[in-house]
């Protein structure tokens, strides 16, 4: 940790409610690429803001995420075949010359009949049906490029608040606000557009790769914490699942909820406060 230099230094800052799991994960996906993208770049939370201390702006991480579309992984390299469902995506930060990064939690490898498998890998396998895990990246990023062209700069400050409608979404984002246990369908089955944020889909897609909150056993709710001073993510993961504390923080918990064949995530609660605790 680099204390008040890196505070000071600051070049990314976005408004966050931590309470939403997806922006919460957005936050671990932006610190991810930032630090790829400027090794050496820390993040942490402070109050409503995410901040990250790197080499670049957020318009400028953001332009890397638009420009390059990821590749989608037919066979795995154990040869295994995986269905377009799931299908991992490599990401690329230069156009493949040096940087990449594998996006897959939503996809596990396990024995069926003595077998082995890809398959789903609950809860990140959100979405169902005729979707796919390229199919709904790419069309985030096109909605994420367009909205990009709109923004003042100074809106990218609240871009996680800056919903758009979207017929394809991972479900991190449990802001797009429809639920199907009280209207009685998914709208995503039916192919209608929500408003949602295609940033924080993106980044927490990114973000889930490598902080992983604490899982319940039955993968149906999650912890996440916090942390109040600038880590690099390698650190971040660790706190994120409460194996390390960095006051000031907050322990929060998200319950996975039902919605048609779909899954989705609920606005998370706080779960301690106390001296450590913002």
């Given at each position: ?21 997806g ?50 992984i ?8 995986v ?116 940033a ?13 909150p ?9 912890d ?8 690099s ?8 699942a ?37």
């Amino acid at each position: 940790m680099s204390g008040d230099r890196d505070r000071e230094q600051s070049t990314i800052r976005i408004t966050v409610d931590v309470t939403n799991p997806g922006q919460f994960l957005a936050c671990c996906g932006l610190l991810e690429l930032a630090d790829r993208l400027w090794p050496g770049a820390e993040g942490w939370f402070e109050g409503g803001v995410f901040r990250v201390a790197g080499q670049g702006s957020l318009h400028d991480l953001l332009a890397v995420v638009v420009t390059h579309p990821p590749e989608a992984i037919a066979t795995l390299d154990n040869g295994l075949s995986v269905k377009p469902l799931i299908a991992p995506l490599r990401f690329s930060f230069d156009g493949g010359a040096t940087q990449s990064m594998t996006i897959d939690a939503w996809m596990q490898i396990r024995s069926e009949k003595g077998q082995a498998v890809a398959t789903g890998n609950p809860p990140w396998n959100f979405w169902s049906g005729q979707q796919t895990s390229i199919g709904i990246w790419l069309g985030l990023r096109t909605a994420l490029a367009e909205q990009m062209q709109s923004l003042q700069f100074d809106q990218f400050e609240s871009l996680y608040d800056q919903r758009i409608l979207l017929s394809g979404r991972f479900g991190f984002d449990p802001g797009a606000a429809w639920n199907a246990l009280d209207v009685g369908f998914s709208p995503n089955e039916q192919g209608m557009k929500v408003a949602s944020s295609a940033a924080v889909e993106l980044l927490a897609a990114v973000g889930i790769q490598r902080f992983h909150p604490e899982m319940a056993d039955d993968r149906q709710s999650f912890d996440y914490f916090t942390w109040g001073s600038p880590l690099s993510p390698m650190v971040a993961a660790a706190a994120v699942a409460g194996a390390i504390s960095v006051p000031p923080l907050r322990h929060l918990r998200c319950r996975v909820v039902s919605r048609g064949s779909y899954a989705a995530l609920e606005r998370s609660s706080l779960v301690r406060k106390g001296a450590d605790c913002e």
